[in-house]
């Protein structure tokens, strides 16, 4: 997806998108050897600690748009419980400050009470939380991706099906990241 996305946009310089792992290198470099997107414009980090989501600025980086995964209750804008997502969450501020991207979630897609898989949804980081005015970040990206556990109650065992709705996921994704892009 993020190859079919430099592809198409290959005349704009503007576009950059940054891969974090913190914590799993050789997980992260056995998905990059598989990779075939080899374009200055896609930058991979690995490393940092598991704080290295929450604080792009420190890897060098102003990040206007993060993106997470999330589940299909996200809308609730409940915090997660674990994860990159839960990272983001606790870096835009205490649950019961203004800022708080839980909040921003629950106030933009509350009605829609559950969100569906493979979709994409921008949240707007509201001007007061610390993930907008510390780092720059505007929009948080989440990324509703297939579960193949089971015990989840919209889990999606076939392994053909779950890759297209994890593709399908990661393409929205990026089809936001492309319309917001200009935005920051």
């Known amino acids: 997806a993020i190859g079919e996305l430099l592809r198409k946009y290959d ?3 503007d576009i950059r ?3 974090v792992e ?6 992260f470099k056995a998905l990059t050897d598989h990779c075939t997107v080899s374009d200055k414009r896609l930058r991979v980090a690995v490393g940092g600690g598991p704080k290295a989501i929450g604080k792009l600025g420190g890897l060098g980086v102003q990040c206007g748009m993060v993106a997470v ?3 299909v209750l996200f809308p609730r804008g409940k915090r997660p419980s674990r994860g990159r997502a839960r990272i983001v969450y606790d870096a835009s501020g205490s649950e019961t400050s203004a800022g708080y991207l839980g909040k921003a979630t629950a106030a933009q897609y509350r009605a829609a009470g559950v969100a569906v898989v493979g979709k994409a ?4 980081v509201p001007s007061s939380s610390k993930l907008n005015s510390d ?3 505007h929009t948080v990206i989440q990324i509703v991706v297939p579960s193949m556990n089971s015990a989840h ?3 999606v065992l076939d392994p053909q099906r779950c890759f297209e709705l994890l593709l399908s996921s ?3 994704t990026l089809d936001i990241f492309y319309v917001l892009r200009k935005r920051g």
């Open 22 to 27: 913190p914590r799993d290198s050789a997980a």
């Open 170 to 172: 990661y393409r929205s």
């Open 17 to 19: 998108i940054l891969l």
């Open 153 to 155: 109650e919209k889990a």
């Open 11 to 13: 005349t704009e310089d």
């Open 121 to 124: 949804y921008a949240v707007d």
């Open 135 to 137: 780092q720059g970040c």
């Open 69 to 71: 995964e999330a589940d």
